[in-house]
T-cell receptor, first 110, second 113 residues
Framework: GQQVMQIPQYQHVQEGEDFTTYCNSS?????IQWYKQRPGGHPVFLIQ?????EVKKQKRLTFQFGEAKKNSSLHITATQTTDVGTYFC??????????FGTGTSLTVIP | DAGITQSPRYKITETGRQVTLMCHQT?????MFWYRQDLGHGLRLIYY???????DKGEVPDGYVVSRSKTENFPLTLESATRSQTSVYFC????????????FGNGTRLTVT
């Protein structure tokens, strides 16, 4: 079955440093979605990538979809304490199921 | 999101008891999902539903039962709770289609003693 892996599982950074999380799928994805979950909260949709090689930006966040549509990355420039949380990627499967990656938990040290 | 509500927020139950987690959405979304979240496993799909009276298994359906008699409700029942079902459960909904984002409820933290 489809598997979506994320690395790293945990990341601690000093405030102001950059952060990147990587998502890899065992199968080609028609699209990939990214979610953020604040501590004690629920996942919140951030963005969706559809096209091969697509790059999208949201302020300090840059999202990329690989050329083969099997991997994706989220890069945060100059992290802030408000970036703390767990970032998940998710890919669709048959029947509109969404399989989530294991997530990357980001801690920002002030 | 205020449009999807889960209850209760916290629940403690004993092994072997039946427990039902409720999920209600006001958007009339076609699709609804149940996920469980455990450390190291991310979010795993338990069951999902494409419409009223249509449900299907996800990755980890064993020990769970769902129903969807109305579009807005999607309860999840643990027929005989086990300690391994201690988890945080999230309900989500979407318009449908593989490009539709999921909207999550606030979650139910379930502890089975």
């Amino acid at each position: 079955g489809q598997q979506v892996m994320q690395i790293p599982q945990y990341q601690h950074v000093q405030e102001g440093e950059d952060f990147t999380t990587y998502c890899n799928s065992s199968t080609t994805l028609s699209n990939i979605q990214w979610y953020k979950q604040r501590p004690g909260g629920h996942p919140v949709f951030l963005i969706q990538l559809v096209k091969s090689g697509e790059v999208k930006k949201q302020k300090r966040l840059t999202f990329q979809f690989g050329e083969a549509k099997k991997n994706s990355s989220l890069h945060i420039t100059a992290t802030q304490t408000t970036d703390v949380g767990t970032y998940f990627c998710a890919g669709p499967s048959t029947g509109n199921q969404f399989y989530f990656g294991t997530g990357t938990s980001l801690t920002v040290i002030p | 999101d205020a449009g999807i509500t889960q209850s209760p927020r916290y629940k403690i139950t004993e092994t072997g008891r039946q427990v039902t987690l409720m999920c209600h959405q006001t958007w009339s979304h076609s699709y609804m999902f149940w996920y469980r979240q455990d450390l190291g496993h991310g979010l795993r799909l338990i069951y999902y539903s494409a419409a009223a009276d249509i449900t299907d298994k996800g990755e980890v359906p064993d020990g769970y039962v769902v129903s969807r008699s109305k579009t807005e409700n999607f309860p999840l029942t643990l027929e005989s709770a086990t300690r391994s079902q201690t988890s945080v459960y999230f309900c989500a909904s979407s318009v449908g289609g593989e490009r539709s984002p999921l909207h999550f409820g606030n979650g139910t933290r379930l502890t089975v003693t």
